[in-house]
């Protein structure tokens, strides 16, 4: 069967490719970006369209065990917003935790079509493949969490830094990781181990912490380094959320000298003021440093007004925000490996903290002078939901609008900010960057975020509309590796066949010999039955090769 | 006798190491199986306690048909599509059970109920279910059992008696390990059982509360009142049998151990009050955080009811008892659960899978699915009243002994099984991969309206 | 002899071995089939153990063979039966909303029927050595 289309009339935006709103030919077939196609391709006429390579999420919480857990939290948040089932897909639920099916439907409804999921511990990460596998049309990966792992802090600890290398490179074969997480390094020893203490500094080293988190950093910085891994360890830095944060940010953007680095959610690690007291906007000094040190990427983590839903591997974090509502807070510790904290939650505008974050992330990508490597991220569902997406494009794309909107939230927060001298109005060529050229160059992916030759055909048509938020709520046609899947905004088939995209680096095989021990005296499962055989990718897993760089621009 | 006239006597034996108990929620994956692969039995399973090795060595091929209609042998396609038929005819199919089987198997489940617009339950409804709507009000602090074994220096079990249902419980995960920071195991835990019965569990423990039955939430009610500085009340053993004292210095040992951890059990969920019951215990450990890191855990009774629950939650967003009639899913207990549309006479066909309930349910329950007015259909690995009941039998492997797949521990940590020699029978994966097919088949001519909602 | 006692049933070891052996076998008929009643509750209703009662409530009976227990094992006015279809003859079908009944704490009638076989403590007679 012919699987060949050529798109004609649309204007094209392929900043990778140099291309800025041009009317010109796309051409697939066999799903992938082709020179020419025969005259018996299908033809798509996307005349007055915007055709866009296929979004790409760097960050958000869709698979795995703390994102079911979450899941099961909200039946009523779930029953406010059902996914109906339709002749070519499944049903589901909606919310802000979506079940998988509703969750692969709905990010390509968005035009999406790559989604990393951003933290999963080693030991259930079978599950987090297990929901991928559920998950359809988008490819995924994910980030495995070892910022807070004893057996490789112990490594760390004694100076073994070669056996930490390998060891590290037999995790990430180990559970089919993309790239390495740390969350909060050291933080989850104060909280388990300690009566629910936390770690302050990054050079804390006092006995609750057993380790600096600094060490543990730039350790994981070195090694992933010289594996040469497509994306470099993606950090949520420690006191995520604390006033006065920001110079922890800019200590541990420091720790990564000339190496790569990806900070997480940098929005909610910008703040200044007083521990303890409100924060204040350290916008400034935050991208001020991004924008200087091309080894560092990050993606925003937007805060959005509405529902979300706290999930991250920063527990006590999470039992610190409860304290403020005491809400159903949920608490799940992994062995020897990390910790996890979830917590409905709801940003207000009327709420100062909650505008000021609101504004910190917008501030953050205006001040960017680089958007391919301030990505678009709203830490899913952190900061809110990825539906926000195209509000938040919105936001940027349209300074009227903005003005309106601060004019409705809490003005001591709008007033303590620079958000109202901010007129810059993101292009469509931009906001191409920071949704998928962008991320799809901060993790590695030379096949995504582009139109040009050999790229996968994952390709986004959106009718070219003077409301923004309309026009990325709902592409016209979206297509998934050259097959189409939504047509004039329906469903048109069910699309199975996605990527789980992951890292194999070489490793000695001696060092297991190091690591199993470890296993035999603290774990609860046998060491023989922890790393996740190939069978769990289901045939769909692509691996994407290593190379030693030292930012987004070496090729 | 010389040496060399000895008879040799030759088996054709495998060993199968590191393979995973299913019977209980333990999942111990450290049994080393010994296999008589000439006869198609387990001789040894190294490791596993009374109810796993029972579990291995009763097991055996049986010379059985593999399925039929009415009672009467048929191929397995012709019982399939007698299956989807009933399915896709009934007007309130409902599916139950999904326990003892492996999730990859289960993940089938959910999509057939989403095409015939039926409704899914699993073993959960009926044991820790009430404890999953508790969690839906309060959520839980808890944890993987390695950090029972490594950090726990008190260990409490309410309602629960792992001695007999999780036998390897203690010495494998929660009492006596020597852990990173537990070196000297059982010396360096006190051990709390609180119970209405003086149980083999009992006669391990450190401390044992004989509580008066039906009072759990009361005891369970002053003990998060005391995290809150309000006294033990003086009429305490008249309101759940236990003395003032005794509960005062509970609370005391609770708050100031390092980290704690309550194992809950049926004893809980079975009783009046069920999911408030659950619900105050999970409260207790949330409240006990102010003081020390406290934990709490549901102790799951079948192999894969774990993965049943998590499997059904990240298809539909719920974790049992679901409907798809209306072209979503929607959670109701006691609308949706098996129980109650068997009890009410609302289901009009029943789909089986890996679970017995003409076995164990309420009479109610058994009268209505064994009548004319339910057709019931079967999927299990043995005989059972279910299966000799159904008007639809097949009969599969069994997961662990004969296929592969994952499972899922009572602390949600997914486990891989090693199976120990094949089975003429077919595997539940096979089986529910084909009447999927068959029923989205049959739904799709079926023509049913959608909903048309534009949801984004 | 009749009375009343309140009914818990769990699980117990001999009830899993059982259940793997075969649900329709004998050892999982006699487990399940076995009601355990505290020594004090014996002394009332004048029971023993092997004796055969009979339990019931306003869903259905089951017949079933007494085990005393000793004193203290089980509270005054409960009695014990490993989960299995005699239990489940007892159940009511109401979850009270919850998709769960309450299985345990069911109030039951027991009934004396008849004396059943205890089980044989003395050794074999002596058989002539040849």
Redo the contacts between chains.
């Keep these: 069967m012919n699987n060949e289309i050529r798109i004609i009339n649309g204007i094209v935006f392929d900043p990778t490719n140099n291309i800025d709103g041009k009317v010109v030919d796309i051409c697939i077939k066999d799903g992938k970006i082709v020179s020419e196609v025969s005259k018996s391709a299908k033809v798509i006429d996307a005349k007055g369209m915007v055709v866009m390579p296929g979004g790409v999420d760097i960050h958000c919480h869709i698979t795995g065990p703390k994102v079911n857990l979450a899941r099961k939290l909200m039946p009523e948040d779930h029953r406010l917003d059902p996914h109906f089932k339709t002749p070519n897909t499944q049903s589901g639920s909606g919310g802000i935790v979506p079940s998988t099916f509703a969750t692969g439907y709905r990010y390509a409804t968005l035009g999406y079509t790559t989604a990393m999921e951003a933290a999963v511990p080693p030991l259930t990460a079978r599950h987090a493949l297990e929901e991928m596998y559920d998950t359809p049309i988008i490819d995924n990966g994910f980030y495995v969490l070892l910022g807070n792992n004893l057996f490789l802090q112990s490594l760390i600890a004694e100076g073994r830094f070669a056996e930490f290398k390998e060891a590290v490179a037999w995790w990430l074969n180990a559970t089919k990781a993309y790239t390495v997480k740390l969350v909060n390094p050291g933080g989850d020893e104060p909280w388990k181990g300690h009566k629910n203490l936390n770690v302050k500094s990054i050079d804390e080293d006092s006995k609750a912490t057993d380790i600096a988190p600094r060490k543990v950093i730039e350790a994981f910085i070195d090694a992933v380094h010289e594996l040469g891994l497509p994306h470099p360890p993606h950090i949520h830095c420690n006191n995520l959320g604390h006033s006065g944060n920001y110079d922890t940010t800019i200590e541990t953007m420091k720790t990564a000298g000339d190496r790569r680095l990806h900070v997480a959610h940098i929005q909610f690690n910008s703040y200044a003021g007083e521990v303890g007291k409100p924060p204040k906007s350290a916008s400034k000094e935050i991208t001020d440093y991004v924008n200087e040190h091309q080894n560092i990427t990050c993606d925003v983590g937007q805060v959005m007004f509405g529902k979300a839903m706290f999930m991250t591997a920063d527990a006590p974090l999470t039992y610190l925000l409860r304290g403020y509502k005491k809400e159903k807070w949920v608490n799940a510790d992994t062995e020897c490996e990390s910790g996890c904290g979830i917590l409905p939650f709801d940003y207000q505008g009327m709420i100062y903290t909650h505008a000021l974050q609101w504004a910190i992330g917008l501030e953050i990508f205006l001040l960017s002078k680089d958007p391919w490597r301030i990505v678009l991220s709203t830490d899913h569902p952190n900061g809110g939901s990825f539906a926000n997406y195209p509000l938040v494009i919105k936001l940027l794309m349209d300074y009227e609008f903005r003005k309106v909107a601060m004019r409705s939230v809490n003005q001591k927060a709008m007033n303590s900010t620079i958000l109202g001298e901010l007129k810059r109005e993101y292009t469509l060529n931009e906001i191409c960057i920071i949704t998928r050229a962008g991320p799809a160059k901060c993790l590695g992916l030379k096949d995504k975020g582009h139109l040009g030759v050999g790229a996968d055909a994952d390709v986004t048509i959106y009718d070219m509309l003077e409301d923004k938020e309309e026009m990325f709520n709902a592409p016209r046609y979206v297509m998934k590796s050259g097959q189409l899947l939504i047509a004039d905004h329906e469903f048109v088939s069910d699309y199975t066949d996605k990527k789980v995209l992951r890292v194999a680096p070489d490793y000695d095989k001696e060092i297991e010999k190091v690591i199993k021990p470890f296993f035999d005296d603290f774990y609860s499962v046998n060491y023989q039955n922890y790393a996740i055989q190939d069978d769990y990718l289901h045939g769909l897993g692509k691996v994407i090769g290593t190379k030693k760089k030292n930012s987004i621009y070496e090729n | 006798m010389s040496a060399a006239s000895k008879d040799i006597k030759v088996v054709n034996e495998k060993i199968v190491e590191n393979a995973t108990c299913t019977f209980c929620g333990c999942c111990c994956d450290d049994i080393t199986l010994t296999v008589d692969m000439d006869k198609k039995v387990i001789t040894k399973a190294k490791d596993a306690c009374v109810l796993g090795k029972s579990w291995f060595l009763n097991h055996v091929i049986e010379d059985k048909p593999i399925a039929r209609i009415a009672g009467k042998e048929v191929p397995l396609d012709d019982a399939i599509n007698e299956a989807a038929k009933i399915l896709m005819d009934a007007k309130f199919p409902i599916l139950y059970g999904m326990s003892d089987t492996v999730c990859e198997a289960q993940r089938h489940c959910a999509p057939i109920m989403d095409d015939c617009g039926g409704t899914i339950d699993t073993t959960t409804s009926v044991c820790h279910g009430p404890s999953g709507m508790a969690f839906q009000g309060v959520g839980e602090p808890t944890m993987t059992l390695g950090e029972v074994k490594n950090r726990a220096d008190f260990v409490m079990y309410w309602g629960g008696n792992p001695a007999e249902a999780h036998p390897r419980h203690f010495a494998r995960y929660a009492v006596t390990p020597e852990g990173m920071y537990t070196p000297n195991g059982k010396d360096d835990r006190t051990v709390v059982i609180v119970d209405i019965r003086h149980t083999k569990t009992a006669g391990v423990s450190d401390i044992f509360l004989q509580l008066k039955p039906g009072k759990d939430f009361e005891l369970l009610w002053m003990l998060r009142a005391a995290c809150k500085g309000v006294d033990i009340p003086d009429d305490c053993k008249d309101i759940c049998g236990v003395e003032k004292e005794v509960v005062e210095d509970l609370f005391q040992r609770m708050k100031n151990c390092n980290y704690g951890v309550i194992f809950f059990g049926m004893g809980l969920t079975m009783s009046r009050g069920r999911h408030f019951n659950s619900g105050a215990l999970m409260a207790l450990a949330t409240d006990l955080n102010e003081f020390t890191h406290f934990v709490a855990k549901p102790a799951r009774g079948h192999g894969n009811v774990t993965g049943a629950d998590n499997v059904v939650s990240w298809q539909t967003g719920y974790p049992f008892g679901v409907n798809f009639s209306r072209g979503h899913p929607r959670f109701n207990p006691g609308e949706f659960t098996t129980v109650d549309t068997l009890s009410r006479k609302e289901a009009d066909a029943a789909l089986i899978i890996a679970s017995d309930p003409v076995a164990n349910f309420p009479k109610p329950a058994i009268d209505h699915i064994t009548s004319d007015k339910c057709k019931l259909i079967s999927i299990d690995t043995k005989n059972t009243p279910t299966s000799e009941a159904a008007h639809v039998s097949i009969q599969t492997s069994t997961y662990g002994i004969n296929t592969g797949g994952t499972v899922y521990r009572m602390d949600d940590v997914p486990i891989s099984l090693r199976p120990a020699f094949d089975s003429p029978f077919p595997s539940d994966l096979e089986v529910l991969t084909k009447l999927r097919k068959k029923v989205n088949e049959l739904s799709k001519k079926a023509n049913r309206p959608y909903a048309t909602k534009k949801y984004m | 002899m009749k009375g009343q006692l309140?009914l818990?049933p769990?699980?117990?070891?001999k009830q899993?071995?059982g259940l793997?052996?075969?649900?329709?076998k004998e050892e999982y008929i006699r487990v399940t089939t076995t009601l355990e009643l505290s020594f004090e509750d014996a002394q009332e209703l004048g029971l023993e153990t092997a004796d055969i009662v009979k339990i019931s409530n306003h869903?259905?009976e089951t017949e079933v063979q007494v085990k005393v227990l000793k004193e203290?094992?089980?509270?005054i006015g409960?009695a014990?039966i490993p989960?299995?279809?005699p239990s489940?003859?007892?159940?009511?079908?109401?979850?009270?909303?919850?998709?769960?009944?309450?299985?345990?704490?069911m109030t039951i009638d027991v009934e004396f029927i008849k004396k059943g076989v205890k089980k044989k403590t003395a050794l074999p007679p002596k058989t002539a050595v040849g």
């Design positions: 309140i818990i769990g699980r117990s070891s899993g071995v793997n052996k075969g649900k329709l869903i259905g203290g094992k089980l509270p409960y014990f989960y299995g279809p489940s003859c007892l159940f009511d079908g109401e979850t009270c909303g919850t998709g769960m009944p309450a299985s345990k704490g």
